[in-house]
């Protein structure tokens, strides 16, 4: 049974830094892609961050690209998120994601096995 856990949020202050983690339970974790989604207050879901299943492969959403860097450790089985630079408007619940069809895409119907998210509250 794969089971995604989220970890690392936390209350910060704009400008600060903070890094998320997605911890990988299950068989498999080298086969597969994984995503990174948040869920900003009274808002949609929005993709994030995405990374092939060998590392090589990024992808990133125009909000975060050139502040967030995924990354992951197939030997731990875990998928990374580090924030940089954070905004305000950074303020959301974060999820990762399997990616079920390894395009590392935008939508969230490519994605399953989501974890129960992580908070991340960014003051100014």
């Known amino acids: 049974q794969v089971q995604l856990e989220e970890s690392g949020g936390g209350l910060v202050q704009a400008g600060d830094s903070l890094k998320l983690s997605c911890q990988y339970s299950?068989?498999?974790?080298?086969?597969?892609?994984v995503g990174w989604f948040r869920r900003p207050p009274e808002k949609e879901r929005e993709f994030v961050a995405a990374?092939?299943?060998?590392?090589?492969?990024?992808r990133y959403g125009d909000a975060v690209q050139g502040r967030f860097t995924i990354s992951r450790d197939n030997e731990k089985d875990i998928v990374y998120l580090e924030m940089n630079r954070l905004k305000p408007e950074d303020t959301a619940v974060y999820f990762c994601?399997?990616?079920?069809?390894?395009?590392?895409?935008?939508?969230?119907?490519?994605?399953?096995?989501w974890g129960q998210g992580t908070q991340v509250t960014v003051a100014s």
């Open positions: 990374i092939s299943r060998s590392g090589g492969r990024t």
């Open positions: 299950g068989r498999g974790f080298v086969n597969y892609g």
């Open positions: 994601a399997v990616d079920r069809d390894g395009l590392l895409g935008v939508g969230p119907n490519g994605y399953g096995f």
